[in-house]
């Protein structure tokens, strides 16, 4: 995977939904990018599909990034767990880690496609390269649509036409070893 290599410093892998390695777009370009790289998971409490969660979700939830950590420690590296506003969470880390770069794989519902947007140019705005990915769905659904431009509404139409455009992603392994970053932030905060 060729992407455009970062200045110089860190780079940041926001992860959220899409807890794993394989196939993970934005740790692929964190990874091509060069330097260290942080991993990160941003508990957003106001976000009403990452805030409070029943006992059976905390606890996917909890399995999950400890896997994830796990599988980042076998690679060199750690999931750094941080609680707030990302775009807060994200500025703290930039100035702790010097990051250059945040990454992540998007997510598709209305009110995070405007904070992801919002976060982007305020990044872009400040020199930091800020790239989000396709991460966990088969198609990006802002991609297909009708011929007067809508989105479909009815399956059949709708099946033919992604048929007839996808083309699987090339397979994206598991990185052997992370880049870990040499200033860390603190764990929790």
């Known amino acids: 995977m060729t992407q455009k290599k970062t200045e110089t410093g860190a780079s940041i892998v926001w992860f959220r939904r899409d807890l794993r390695i394989n196939d993970n777009l934005a740790l692929a370009a964190a990874l091509d990018a060069g330097g260290d790289v942080v991993c990160v998971y941003i508990r957003e409490p106001r976000d009403a599909f990452a805030g409070a969660h029943g006992a059976a ?11 994830l950590d796990a599988a980042l420690r076998a690679r060199g590296n750690r999931l750094v ?9 994200l500025d703290t880390l930039i100035e702790k880690t010097g990051a250059r770069a945040v990454f992540w794989n998007r997510r598709y519902d209305k009110a995070s496609r405007d904070a992801d947007a919002a976060i982007k140019q305020d990044l872009k705005a400040r020199g930091v390269d800020a790239r989000s990915f396709e991460g966990f769905l ?3 659904p802002m991609t297909l649509t009708t011929g007067q431009g809508k989105r479909y509404s009815v399956y059949s139409p709708f099946w033919r036409a992604f048929e007839a ?3 699987p992603p090339d397979a994206i ?3 052997k070893k992370s880049a870990p970053a040499q200033r860390r932030p603190t764990a929790r905060t």
């Open 57 to 67: 979700q905390a606890w996917w939830l909890n399995e999950s990034l400890e896997k």
């Open 81 to 89: 767990l941080m609680t707030g506003r990302p775009q807060d969470v």
């Open 138 to 140: 088969l198609h990006d």
């Open 165 to 167: 455009r996808y083309t």
């Open 173 to 175: 392994d598991a990185p």
